[in-house]
Each structure stands twice: as structure tokens, then as C-alpha cells.
């Protein structure tokens, strides 16, 4: 009988996601395909380094029991299967239980992604990114300059951190915003204070999460979450009463009206943070893994 994953939290991540694999992908930039594909066959036995998303996947694998699998991890990579022994071998190393792979040889990843019913996409490559946000599967481009916490610890509780606005959110609030201003935005949420936000492209992620979380007492859960959004009073109240109208949890919540965020991504132990801005995922990529989320292609702005 197939594995049936629609009650399973699935997680797609591309291989340099995953291990540093950044002077790989300098020889495939500046050498081509054929020369990356000897190297990853010369190297296959040596093990490579944690990346930028090592420590999530190990907390999201955490989250499985011996009795119920909560969490599946998939191999989501543009490899082919001939240049692919050297991550299952470092899978293998460091003891993580992953045994599924979508390797598509060149070829965009999107098209598989509602075929493992995908509920998060990470990679460092910003065209797949796109491509997943664009087929309505939440997703974002990690940034791969650091790697996070020691790959021998044991992550008992997952962290994770969201932007409001076109991350958890839709962007409409963020358009008046960039179009109108400080003033017009702040008088647009007062007046529809009591009007649910629309959905954004990691809305159904959080309420995943929190079915997941509703499952354990509060201090038993193994995932907490924090909202860390620019916004404050007055445009506060809406976000408040749009997570009560969806029937989710948000752990904490964080206000900052401009207040730089990776300070307080430090403090709350963030393992991911997920936010709509360069501006803001690249100086937080210095304290906890950062991923970019895109914007759909075809909306106008």
C-alpha cells in the first residue's frame, strides 16, 4: 500500500541547503556541469559540512517518534542520481533520516513538489524558489554563507520565526504601504482592525505547525513559533485578530516598528526565520538561518 503523506509535515530541501556545497557550486559556475560532475565522483567518500539548513532539518526529523512519523524530509535537488552518493553518504554520516530524493537531473523541481504534497520548499537556488511560490507551496531561499549550532547537538524544541506581512500574510496591506505611505497604511489597518488578512504564502505552513502543537501541553511542544514583524500599534490589532480568526497559535510576537530584528531572532534561539525583505534575512543570516521569500511572478507592483 503507498505511503499516504497528506498527515505528514513534508519538507523539500535542495541538497546546498542542507551541506555547504559552495565551492561545488563555484566549479559548476565556472567550469560547467561536466566538471562539477566529476568532482562530486572523485570526492563521493568524503563527507561534506553541515549548511545553512542542517539544524532544521535535524530539529524537523526530531519531531518523529517510534510510533508516529510527524515530520518527512525529501531530497529535492537538481542533481542527477550519478552525482548524488556524495550527500546520501553524508546523510548517512551524520545519522539523518532521510531516504527520499526527488533528483531532477537539470530540470525544474516545481513540478514535483505538489507530488510529495510539499508544505515547505528550501533551497539556495532563487529560481526553484520562485517556481514553488509560484505553484502556491511556501518556500524561501536560505542564505548559505553560515552554518548554525553544532550538527552532534540535540535540538529538542524547533524554532521558528515569521515576517507578517507577504510571508505569514498577504501583501495587499504592504502595497498601500509602498505606494502611499507610512500614514495611509497605519489609517488603512485601523479601519479594517476588525478585517482578517488574507492569507500569504507560509499561512498554511503555521497552520500545519499549529495542528502539530495542539497535539502537546504548551511547554511539551516541539515546535514554538514567533511572529517578528515591523509593524506596531495601531497595526497591530489586526494581525492579533487575524491569527484568532484563523484558530492559530503564535507563541510570541514581536512589534518592532522599524527596530532592527536579528537581535530579537537571537534572543527568542530562532533555528529559521522567514521574511519577504534582503534587508532584513541578510544581516539576521550573521545569528540563525535566514530564507528570502519571493513574491509570485506574475503580481503587479
Given at each position: 500500500?503507498?505511503?499516504?503523506?497528506?498527515?505528514?509535515?513534508v519538507?523539500?530541501?535542495?541538497?546546498?541547503?542542507?551541506?555547504?556545497?559552495?565551492?561545488?557550486?563555484?566549479?559548476?559556475?565556472?567550469?560547467?556541469?561536466?566538471?562539477?560532475r566529476?568532482?562530486?565522483?572523485?570526492?563521493?567518500?568524503?563527507?561534506?559540512?553541515p549548511?545553512?539548513?542542517?539544524?532544521?532539518?535535524?530539529?524537523?526529523?526530531?519531531?518523529?517518534t517510534?510510533?508516529?512519523?510527524?515530520?518527512?524530509?525529501?531530497?529535492?535537488s537538481?542533481?542527477?542520481?550519478?552525482?548524488?552518493?556524495?550527500?546520501?553518504?553524508?546523510?548517512d554520516?551524520?545519522?539523518?533520516?532521510?531516504?527520499?530524493?526527488?533528483l531532477?537531473?537539470?530540470?525544474?523541481?516545481?513540478?514535483?513538489?505538489?507530488?510529495?504534497?510539499?508544505?515547505?520548499?528550501?533551497?539556495?537556488?532563487?529560481?526553484?524558489?520562485?517556481?514553488?511560490?509560484?505553484?502556491?507551496?511556501?518556500?524561501?531561499?536560505?542564505?548559505?554563507?553560515?552554518s548554525?549550532?553544532?550538527?552532534?547537538?540535540?535540538?529538542?524544541?524547533?524554532?521558528?520565526?515569521?515576517?507578517?506581512?507577504?510571508?505569514?500574510?498577504?501583501?495587499?496591506?504592504?502595497?498601500?504601504?509602498?505606494?502611499?505611505?507610512?500614514?495611509?497604511?497605519?489609517?488603512?489597518?485601523?479601519?479594517?482592525?476588525?478585517?482578517?488578512l488574507?492569507?500569504?504564502?507560509?499561512?498554511?505552513?503555521?497552520?500545519t505547525?499549529?495542528?502539530?502543537q495542539?497535539?502537546?501541553?504548551?511547554?511539551?511542544?516541539?515546535?514554538?513559533?514567533?511572529?517578528?514583524?515591523?509593524?506596531?500599534?495601531?497595526?497591530?490589532?489586526?494581525?492579533?485578530?487575524?491569527?484568532?480568526?484563523?484558530?492559530?497559535?503564535?507563541?510570541?510576537?514581536?512589534?518592532?516598528?522599524?527596530v532592527?530584528?536579528?537581535?530579537?531572532?537571537?534572543?527568542?534561539?530562532?533555528?529559521?526565520?522567514?521574511?519577504?525583505?534582503?534587508?532584513?534575512?541578510?544581516?539576521?543570516?550573521?545569528y540563525?538561518?535566514?530564507?528570502?521569500?519571493?513574491?509570485?511572478?506574475?503580481?503587479?507592483?
Open positions: 500500500m503507498p505511503l499516504n503523506l497528506n498527515k505528514t509535515l519538507v523539500g530541501i535542495s541538497s546546498r541547503a542542507l551541506f555547504d556545497l559552495e565551492y561545488e557550486n563555484e566549479v559548476f559556475e565556472k567550469q560547467g556541469l561536466e566538471a562539477y566529476m568532482y562530486q565522483i572523485q570526492h563521493e567518500n568524503e563527507v561534506l559540512k549548511g545553512a539548513g542542517f539544524a532544521v532539518v535535524k530539529a524537523l526529523l526530531n519531531l518523529n517510534p510510533r508516529e512519523r510527524r515530520t518527512e524530509v525529501i531530497i529535492m537538481r542533481n542527477t542520481a550519478d552525482t548524488s552518493l556524495r550527500i546520501f553518504n553524508s546523510i554520516y551524520y545519522g539523518l533520516d532521510i531516504s527520499r530524493a526527488a531532477a537531473g537539470g530540470t525544474s523541481l516545481a513540478p514535483y513538489l505538489p507530488a510529495f504534497n510539499t508544505d515547505l520548499f528550501l533551497s539556495a537556488d532563487g529560481a526553484d524558489v520562485q517556481a514553488a511560490i509560484n505553484a502556491n507551496v511556501a518556500a524561501g531561499t536560505i542564505i548559505t554563507n553560515h548554525y549550532h553544532d550538527p552532534e547537538a540535540d535540538i529538542k524544541q524547533l524554532r521558528i520565526a515569521f515576517d507578517g506581512d507577504a510571508v505569514l500574510f498577504s501583501d495587499e496591506s504592504e502595497r498601500i504601504y509602498k505606494s502611499e505611505g507610512m500614514e495611509a497604511f497605519l489609517e488603512h489597518e485601523k479601519g479594517n482592525a476588525k478585517q482578517p488574507k492569507q500569504g504564502p507560509f499561512a498554511k505552513l503555521l497552520m505547525i499549529s495542528n502539530i495542539e497535539q502537546y501541553r504548551d511547554e511539551e511542544a516541539p515546535i514554538r513559533t514567533a511572529l517578528v514583524t515591523a509593524r506596531n500599534a495601531p497595526a497591530h490589532e489586526r494581525v492579533v485578530r487575524t491569527l484568532r480568526a484563523w484558530g492559530v497559535r503564535i507563541d510570541e510576537a514581536f512589534f518592532l516598528g522599524g532592527d530584528k536579528s537581535e530579537v531572532l537571537k534572543a527568542f534561539g530562532a533555528h529559521i526565520f522567514f521574511d519577504d525583505q534582503l534587508l532584513h534575512t541578510s544581516p539576521a543570516s550573521a540563525v538561518a535566514s530564507a528570502t521569500v519571493p513574491y509570485r511572478s506574475d503580481d503587479r507592483r
